[in-house]
Every structure is written in C-alpha cells, then in structure tokens.
C-alpha cells in the first residue's frame, strides 16, 4: 500500500507540473492579451460564429487554444473570462469531444483508423452537442464560480496590477487541479496494482455487444476509457496485436473512444469551473454508445449486402 502512494503520488505530482507547464503561462498570458487592442478585433472576427453556438466571441479563446493544444490549456483560457453557467457547460462539452485534436487524431491513426474520419467525427460531435445545449437548455443565466478563483470586484488598471491579477488567478488555477489530479493518479495506481484494469476488461467483455464490437476489443476499451486516447496509446496498439482486433472493431472502439475517453479525469478536471459534471459525463457516454452502435448498424448492413451480392455471382445461371 505505501508504495502504491507513492508512485500515485510522485505520478500526480509530475502530471501536475506538466500541466502547469502548458496552464500557468496560457492563463497569464490571455489574460494579459484582453487588455491590448488586438483582442477586440480578434473577437470581432468571430463573435457571428461563435453566436450560433450561444456562445460570446471570446469562447473563441478556449475552442482554438483546447483544439490545437489540450483541455487544460482550453481551461486555462476559460477562468481568464467571465462567462455564464451555461457558456461553462457548452465549452465543456465541446471540448470534451474535440480537445487535443491533431495529437489524439494522429494517435487514432496509428492504432489504424482513418485521421480524417476522426477529425471530422469529433468536430462534428462538439458542434453538434453545442447548438441542442443552446437550443434546449433555458437555465445556467447565472455567472459561472470558479471555485477560488473570484472575478468579482473592480478590474484591475495598470499593467502591473493586470500581470498581479493574471499570476494569481493561474496560481489558484493549479492548485484546484492539483486537489483533483493528485487523488486521482494515486487511485489510477491503485488500480493498476491491485490488476483492476484487467479486472474491468473481463467485467466489460459482455458489453461490448452493445456497441457491436467482438470481445476481443474489451482492453481496449478499458485503456481509452481510463487512460485516455493519447496516455493509453501504447496499451491500446500493444492490446490490437496480442489480442487480434479486427480492423472494423478497431474502428468501431476508436469512434467510441474518441467521443468517451479518459472519463474519469476529463470530467472532474471541469468541477473547478462550477458547472454541472454528471450531465457532462452521461451526454458523453449516451453520445458514445448510440454513435458507435449506428456505425456498426450500417456496417455490418453493408457488408451483408456485399455477401448477398458475391453469393448471387457465385450461383450458376
């Protein structure tokens, strides 16, 4: 047991710094860029857009900064403006579909599926699930807490208190991640230890039916789920080889996993930012399974009609 806290603890501490590394100057750094006269134009430009989602221009920052880099880096960006419940939520969401786009997609690739496919079902999936949030949600009108960070009270004049104002509220963006990755790392080391990632493969063996997948692919499942797509990426090619998944389960599993990946960590990192996380987490999931399930529908339709055709071919005139 203690060294299992240990290695959790020295794996949350280096995750931790990692992520600081990317969140620390991101937050200090837009929060310093909405004071220039660049970022009203940079807004502007996106604002009729940015609309159509519910959202104002400057959810902009986030989207682009979560997509190209990763979900912290999109969080850090979020508590450096002051946005509604609801606009919390909607970010969220989306970025939960569509954060690390490019790396996650490339390793989407690697285990063997299309990277334009993945592309185009993640961004799909975030705009999508933005525009029925903004439609069909009518609450979260109320200013979005983040937790110890305050945007109440005047705002600050002078570069000087604008940088003071900036380094703070990063400082207090780490150590709310901290309180959350931390715990979580020792608990993923738990489990590693006392084998429960094989445990949860074997348990979720009979599930994979539902997404019309071979039992086969179950590893794989787990390590996405848990891991994530860009963490669990070894685990996840080394389970294709010595399991032997097929090229449409490995497809079927990567749309299930890019839309529900890492759900643990994905979805408490957003309790900081005070928004609603189970909602966040079941439209996930929910996403997930209907998503994968109309895939392998039409597949497996397609290729029954394709064995249809080659039996009539074959059958002498």
């Excluded at 389960?249 to 979805?267: G, K, N, P, R, W």
Aim: charged share 15%; net charge neutral; aromatic share 10%.
């Amino acid at each position: 047991m203690a060294s299992t806290l240990k290695n959790g603890l020295l794996s949350g501490l280096s995750v931790t710094w990692a992520l600081s590394k990317i969140i620390f100057p991101i937050t200090v750094i837009v929060m310093m860029l909405r004071y220039t006269p660049v970022f009203p134009i940079f807004i502007s430009w996106l604002e009729p857009f940015m609309s159509f989602l519910g959202l104002p221009g400057e959810a902009a920052v986030p989207l682009v900064l979560g997509n190209l880099l990763n979900l912290y880096a999109g969080i850090g960006a979020i508590v450096s403006f002051d946005f509604t419940v609801k606009e919390v939520f909607i970010l969220a969401i989306m970025l939960s579909f569509s954060h690390n786009l490019i790396i996650e997609s490339a390793v989407a690739a690697k285990v063997g599926v299309n990277f334009w496919i993945i592309m185009a079902v993640r961004v799909f999936l975030a705009i999508f699930a933005a525009m029925m949030i903004n439609i069909f949600w009518q609450g979260g009108g109320e200013m979005a807490q983040y937790g110890l960070i305050s945007n109440e009270g005047p705002a600050p004049e002078g570069w000087l208190d604008i940088s003071l104002a900036a380094v703070q509220t990063a400082f207090l963006s780490i150590l709310q991640l901290a309180a959350i990755v931390i715990p979580l790392m020792v608990g993923i080391q738990w489990m590693r230890d006392k084998k429960w990632l094989d445990w949860m493969s074997n348990k979720l063996a009979p599930m994979t039916k539902v997404i019309g997948v071979e039992k086969n692919a179950s590893m794989t499942l787990v390590a996405g789920l848990t891991i994530g797509l860009a963490y669990g990426a070894g685990l996840m090619i080394q389970a294709v080889k010595e399991d032997g998944v097929s090229k449409k389960d490995m497809y079927l599993v990567l749309i299930f996993l890019v839309t529900c990946h890492a759900v643990i960590e994905d979805t408490l990192v957003f309790i900081p930012l005070g928004i609603p996380v189970w909602p966040l987490l079941l439209i996930r999931l929910v996403s997930a399974i209907l998503l994968t399930a109309l895939v392998a529908y039409i597949w497996n339709r397609i290729e029954k009609n394709k064995k249809l055709e080659a039996e009539r071919e074959d059958v002498p005139t």
